[in-house]
């Protein structure tokens, strides 16, 4: 049985002239944007690779999105799994889902360099997605 996630994000409405509306979101809620965004990516991912979704058009059509969006989003569960970390516990507050790059390269090192993260002290060697353990 899957798990369910559920995540809540405050939203103040400021009212302008003429009674017009606007959400306009604190940094604390773009934060909590880019935290849904990471879900979305990594609940996204596990459904393709349990085979629920043969592919990401098949995924993006079940959700009644487009291919694009469904593929801009699982982007962001490729991001290194530090940078993840600090975002999720908010350690990165500059980062934003409006700051983000629209694309993102793979490789972790030009991910930190992109987005301004400095390298985690016990920095890896990194080869791809994979990586392993500087020599001592």
């Given at each position: ?16 002239r ?16 880019l ?81 301004g ?20």
């Amino acid at each position: 049985m899957a798990e369910t996630l559920t995540i809540s994000i405050p939203i103040q409405v400021t009212r302008l002239r003429h009674g017009h509306q606007r959400f306009r979101p604190t940094p604390a809620e773009t934060s909590a944007s880019l935290v849904v965004t990471l879900a979305r990516a990594y609940a996204w991912q596990q459904m393709l690779l349990s085979g629920a979704y043969t592919s990401m058009q098949h995924l993006a059509t079940s959700l009644g999105c487009k291919l694009s969006y469904v593929s801009h989003v699982m982007n962001y569960a490729l991001l290194a799994p530090d940078i993840t970390e600090a975002i999720l516990t908010g350690r990165l507050p500059h980062l934003t889902i409006q700051t983000m790059p629209r694309t993102l390269p793979l490789d972790w090192r030009t991910q930190r360099v992109l987005l301004g993260v400095p390298a985690p002290e016990d920095e890896e060697w990194e080869c791809g997605s994979v990586s392993t353990v500087r020599p001592s």
